[in-house]
């Protein structure tokens, strides 16, 4: 390394050798400095004696035979080589395409010719030559953007001025030559519309609900335009619809809900006469093009051709009401594109037939227009494509082409004069320079950039695209690169892992992170979208072998068995031992088990025969000490004898019990003429159904004849069955036996006129004591005993609530039984016939409140600091007020989570207070607890009509308040519970406490319901249909359900689809559009979370459900 001779200067920023071998020096402050390979200096650039507008030159660079040269303060100047002529690239204020810095520190080209700089303080950037522009709104007087960001309406003159009317910033214009703004203050607050030329120094501009006017271009002044006379003017413009402008040679069209047409000859307005276009009122009607004959029109659901001499209308499109159009442009063959709100229509002016044009990439469209080369322009989404005719191809612009994110308006321009095609926004002004081509790029090159094992590469240990990493690593991360000629495109990656846990993702990530795979082989692809949307084909990047660890690895799972099948035997011979001991223990405990049910036989019995011993002593005292009167005897001997009796029949029944346990009980099954046998048992009854004028009536199934059965214990069944019916019989009834022949079995069924089954459970009906939710006695062990000798015969027992009134007992038996003894099998028949029903044990759970506000309202001072003091440890606040006007103010200011309030206080008392906010939709909800020393009926009567919750008399412990409140507060969040199990849908009546509450718990539901497939369903919507702030709305839903109103909307969105999934036949798509989901991906991940699976599991999981329920 040697210095130059030839450079003397010490202080060199930077050296460049060009394509031409030419050696570019920069010295600080002096400019630049060329020299020849021959080692001679060529020429010097500096400020002053060239273009270069910055002596300090950091950095080259060369691209197309020019030399791009980074300055400190002047940007990038561009010298072309050839001419020797500078351009240059600067940060302008407010232009997110300018440079973000005019301190430039470094540039370089990379592999595909892409310019990179460093800016100093401005970070890195790229820079790539773009023809879409985006104008924005900046402040009044800034030439670069225009006065108000949404662009309303665009009209070009023939001179290439382009006047921009704006949504708010009145009327802008554009010199295309310059490309610099113009805005005029005195039209600035005005929505601009429309704008039509009108003469040569006026325009016609439509305003929002103000009306039409012409505006002066040299004096910038307005002045009103009526349409025909003011009244019609008034009536089109208050009506909030907006009023198009179309001007032609003769004739200006002025677009309302009427088409008036102004003659510029005569000065003169007149109406169109087409009824047609009345019902064209969802949208302006827009005036598309025109030619010396027609003018086209766009409506609503049509497209009109207009003969402008005749005035003839005629509908060249049409289509369904809810299908809308919204833009519509014409192509240089005559063909007409529509855009609508299910996409893109073509309208074919040879075959006079629409067809819509095919594509994923969006489903509505917002803007159309065409240029000369034969492409449509199409807003859509908040994205700007382009569709190649010629080609019959989409592709998509994004930032690096130039293009935000931006919703483009429906902005049409009847003539375009150069080669730059605008279009409006709600996000500003789009210039797109026609010039622009589109390349068929060949598809990116998706490479393996890098593999990182716990945060280190691992490039060099990848031999033939595989990999091997331990079981126990951390982290795998790839890395990919698309190698294509424009760097600047972000890339949607679509990853694909396949393996064990085979997954897809999708991500504008270039690095996949895989965390920690569990031991197998995986096999990654990777694809990634293209400027027309598709997808490239996936390339396999990666197989991935994740060894076992050493515990799961054949040679130790070997040792494992051998040393299972050593400690076998010794355990082997171990449990024997343990064998032996256990039934040695098992003896004794059975021992120990007869005694104890020996003693617990002898405590039942004696229980069973209590009762009506007690009732027989009684009866017989009473007679011995000669209380009763001599005609009450034959009533007290009646009662004893029947209360022997029974004593009878329970001995009976034990005595059976026991044989049955002892196993010398047997079934004598044998034939026998069932309607005879029923006849014979309920005979026995009719002493007893006369006495209460009952009536014992019989329906048979005649094709029944010999029927198989012990009719001794059967006998004891049909006894018990029509015993029971005689006692909840009313008099003047009728009991009905019937015999029912099933393929299976036989049913005989005691239907009576009584009380019911609507307050029994069922399923405890046949068990010993049980008598349901009703004043009359149990059913002692009768029913009991019958469901035991039933099931003896194989057979069940069961009773039904009758559809008109009463119930109806049955017993069937097995239709394939055959004549012979069964011995009963031994079984501790006794216990289980005469055991003690279990009690339900309820446990106390524990419930704290220091997560809750209390409001004591008390007018003696005494008791209220009592109360406070006793319960300030147990509540997170405790609030006080002296009577209920001061507390009404407290609870409408801090929403306390429950109110303790004493009646009697003066200015306003507890019942007033508790009315006041069961009335009041904002606090309705909050509990009320009325404490008073009045303990009448009448009193708490008034406090429950009032809405109190609860209600305590004075004086009263304090574990009873506490207990309370608990219940009170515990009740509510149990409501709210359900909701975040994601359980089903709760009814209004369900989870409110007040009828304020209910109210408006059902109109919420119904609103949501009603309007459940509308996007546009959220909580402003909401706050508008129910009347209340959106503060009060999210507090209201918040108390009673838990949940956000969003969250809540989305709640009742997701059940009505598993309605949905269960019963129809939609795919996801339609279902997730049916209940107001715009993006299916959403409404799934949204589903996931709520339910727990995905829509597709939903519904396979239910339809299994369904078939096995039909089989």
Known sequence: MYRCPFVKEREINTIFVDSRNRLWVSFYGKGIVCYSKEEKKLFNLSSKNSGLNNDIVFDFSEKDNQLWIATDGGGINILDLPTMKFSYLKHVSDDEQSLPSNSIYCLYKDQMDNIWGGSIRGGLFGIKKVFIKTYKD???????????????????????????????????????????????????????????????????????????FTFNKKTTQMKPFPIVNDSITKREFSSGDLVNLYATKDHIYILGAKVYIYNKHTRRTSILNAPQIDVQRKIAMQAIYSDDNDLYLMGTNNLFKLNMKSNE??????????????????????????????????????????????????????????????????????????????????????????????????????????????????????????????????SPILKLLDAKLNGKSTLEQIKDKRISIPWNHSSFNVKVIADEKSSFRKHLFRYTIEGKNAMELDSYLHTLELGRLAPGEYTISVSC???????????????????????????????????????????????????????????????????????????????????????????LKRLLNGEVKQTEIPEYLHSAYKQADQMKDIINIVLDARRMEVGQEVLRISSHPLHEWVKEVADTFQTASKAKNIEISYSFDEQIQSVAYDDTKCKVVLSNLLMNALKYSPNNSRILIKTLRTDESIQVLVQDQGIGLEHVDITKLFTRFYQGKHSQGGSGIGLSYAKMLIDLHGGRIGAFNNEDRGATF??????????????????????????????????????????????????????????????????????????????????????????????????????????????????????????????????????????????????????????????????????????????????PQEVTFSNADEQFMIKLNEVIDQHLPEPNLDVKFLTDQMAMSRTSLYNKVKELTDMGANDYINYRRIDRATVLLVQSELNITEISEQVGFTYQRYFSTLFKEMKGVTPSQFRAQHSTKQQAQTK
Not at 568 to 579: P, Q, W
Request: glycine share 6%; charged share 25%; hydrophobic share 35%.
């Open 529 to 619: 979208d293209t400027p027309n949307g598709e997808w490239t084909q996936p390339a396999e990047l990666l197989t991935i072998v994740v060894s076992p660890p050493w515990w799961k690895s054949t040679w130790f799972i070997l040792s494992c068995v051998f040393l299972v099948l050593c400690a076998g035997g010794a355990v082997f011979y171990t449990l024997i031992k343990k064998k032996e001991n256990r039934l040695k223990q098992k003896m004794r405990e059975h021992e120990k088990k007869t005694y104890e049910e020996k003693i617990r036989f002898l405590i039942n019995i004696s229980h069973e025969l209590r009762t009506p011993l007690t009732l027989i002593y009684a009866s």
């Open 138 to 212: 900046v402040p009044l007087g800034n030439a670069h953007g225009i006065s108000e960001r949404t662009v309303a309406s665009i009209y070009e003159d023939s001179d290439t001025l382009l006047w921009v009317g704006t949504d708010g910033g009145g009327i802008n214009s554009l010199d295309q030559k310059t490309n610099t703004f113009h805005h005029y203050p005195s039209t600035y607050g005005e929505k601009v519309t429309s704008i039509a030329s009108f003469s040569e120094h006026e325009l016609l501009v439509s305003c929002f609900n103000k009306g039409v």
């Open 810 to 987: 049955f017993y069937e038996l097995p239709a394939n039984l055959q004549e012979q003894e069964v011995s009963c099998p031994q079984h501790s028949y006794l216990n289980e016939l005469l055991s003690a029903p279990e009690e339900d044990q309820v446990e106390s759970v524990p419930f704290t409140l220091q997560g809750y506000s209390l409001l004591i309202v008390e007018d003696k001072q005494d008791l209220r600091e009592f109360l406070k003091d006793a319960l300030k440890d147990k509540f997170k606040k405790v609030y006080q007020a002296e009577d209920g006007l001061e507390a009404l103010g407290i609870i409408k200011q801090q929403h306390p989570d429950i109110v303790v309030s004493d009646i009697m206080m003066p200015q306003m008392n507890g019942y007033q207070l508790c009315k006041e906010i069961k009335e009041n939709l904002d606090i309705s909800h909050i509990p009320v607890i009325l404490l008073t020393a009045r303990a009448d009926s009448e009193s708490q009567m008034l406090g429950y009509k009032l809405g109190a919750d609860a209600y305590l008399s004075k004086p009263f412990e304090m574990e009873m308040l506490l207990s309370v409140i608990q219940n009170q507060i515990k009740n509510r969040e149990y409501i709210k519970s359900k909701y975040r199990g994601n359980q089903a849908i709760l009814s």
């Open 313 to 442: 209308l005629l509908s060249l499109v049409s289509t369904e009401e809810r299908d809308d159009f919204t833009s519509a442009c014409r192509d240089d063959k005559g063909n007409f594109w529509i855009g609508s709100n299910s996409g893109l229509l073509f309208y074919n002016k040879e075959t006079g037939t629409a067809e819509k044009v095919h594509t994923n990439l969006f489903n509505s469209v917002s803007s159309l227009a065409y240029d000369k080369k034969g492409r449509i322009w199409i807003g859509a989404q908040n994205m700007l494509f382009a569709y190649v005719i010629k080609e019959k191809r989409f592709v998509i612009l994004d930032e690096s082409d130039g293009m935000p994110f931006n919703e483009l308006i429906f902005t049409p321009i009847p003539v375009l004069h150069t080669k730059n095609l605008y279009m409006g926004g709600t996000m500003g002004l789009v210039r797109i320079n026609t010039d622009l081509v589109f390349e068929n790029n060949s």
